[in-house]
């Protein structure tokens, strides 16, 4: 496919070609990718983490730590 395009057969410009194809994000994380580490989050996770940062848990290591 590359060769069809006229780009080079580096991996940058095959990731180059998927970012202007709209299949990466510009900023994409080629090894966060490559992990396997999830990226898409159900709603309920998504939910659970604002009420976290909505209402964190106390910070226990911030009394021990003050003046």
């Known amino acids: 496919m590359l060769e ?3 780009v080079s057969k580096k991996s940058t ?3 180059d070609v998927l970012i202007k194809m709209g299949v990466f994000p510009v ?3 080629l090894e966060l990718l490559k992990s396997g ?3 898409a989050f159900s709603d309920e996770q998504v939910q659970s983490a604002q009420q976290i940062l909505a ?3 106390p ?3 911030l009394v021990h ?3």
Request: net charge negative; aromatic share 4%.
């Open 65 to 67: 730590h003050q003046p």
């Open 4 to 6: 069809l395009l006229k």
């Open 27 to 29: 900023h994409v994380n």
């Open 59 to 61: 910070d226990t290591n």
């Open 13 to 15: 410009s095959a990731v």
């Open 55 to 57: 209402d964190p848990f």
């Open 37 to 39: 580490v999830p990226i």
